[in-house]
T-cell receptor
Framework: QKEVEQDPGPLSVPEGAIVSLNCTYS??????FMWYRQYSRKGPELLMY????GNKEDGRFTAQVDKSSKYISLFIRDSQPSDSATYLC?????????????FGKGTLLTVNP | DTGVSQDPRHKITKRGQNVTFRCDPI?????LYWYRQTLGQGPEFLTY????????KSRLLSDRFSAERPKGSFSTLEIQRTEQGDSAMYLC??????????FGPGTRLTVL
């Protein structure tokens, strides 16, 4: 079993839809959670960075963390064609293991105009 | 404000040749990381520097791979005797100790 599981999709939605992206993890040492967006042949771009369980909102993006279920989500409201990309979840531990990010495979999202 | 930069952006080489990639981190970041990403996969951790000290190396980093960060500034990643299985995107990231990692654009390596 991989430490981080993410459905690779692909996911195709119409413009304006609400998108839900999810990851599950097995390592309870993970304490910090990130979502990155990666356009084709580019480097990952940080979207959200969270620590505690609960919700964090930034514009059209909401990150949700449920540590008890080992489940994280990213919601995109009013999706736009420019949101079409691969979305990667990433996580890391704290203390001595706080340097290495463990990623999911990424979910390929297409928003159709 | 300059982000992480990597050079070259794309490298094509023949099997058995040596290649070297360079990464320039964000100037105030003392931590630097290398990851490798293959098609359809998320990035996988390779190695990590705090200032000039290399503190962790993944078992993915075979003895054909070497990374350096002289003077704690830019870093190089060298692959000797390249193999077709080395074809991937090599990503560099940097961070402050208590912050998350910011990635560069990557170097795409193609081994023929």
């Amino acid at each position: 079993q991989k430490e981080v599981e993410q459905d690779p999709g692909p996911l195709s939605v119409p413009e304006g839809a609400i998108v839900s992206l999810n990851c599950t993890y097995s390592n309870s040492a993970f304490q910090y959670f990130m979502w990155y967006r990666q356009y084709s042949r580019k480097g990952p771009e940080l979207l959200m960075y969270t620590y505690s369980s609960g919700n964090k909102e930034d514009g059209r993006f909401t990150a949700q963390v449920d540590k008890s279920s080992k489940y994280i989500s990213l919601f995109i409201r009013d999706s736009q064609p420019s949101d079409s990309a691969t979305y990667l979840c990433a996580m890391k531990g704290s203390g001595g293991s706080n340097y290495k990010l463990t990623f999911g495979k990424g979910t390929l999202l297409t928003v159709n105009p | 404000d300059t982000g992480v930069s990597q050079d070259p952006r794309h490298k094509i080489t023949k099997r058995g040749q040596n290649v070297t990639f360079r990464c320039d981190p964000i100037s105030e970041h003392n931590r630097l990381y290398w990851y490798r990403q293959t098609l359809g996969q998320g990035p996988e951790f390779l190695t990590y520097f705090q200032n000039e000290a290399q503190l962790e190396k993944s078992r993915l980093l075979s003895d054909r791979f070497s990374a350096e960060r002289p003077k704690g500034s830019f870093s190089t990643l060298e692959i000797q005797r390249t193999e077709q299985g080395d074809s991937a995107m090599y990503l560099c990231a940097s961070s402050k100790p208590t912050d998350t990692q910011y990635f560069g654009p990557g170097t795409r390596l193609t081994v023929l």
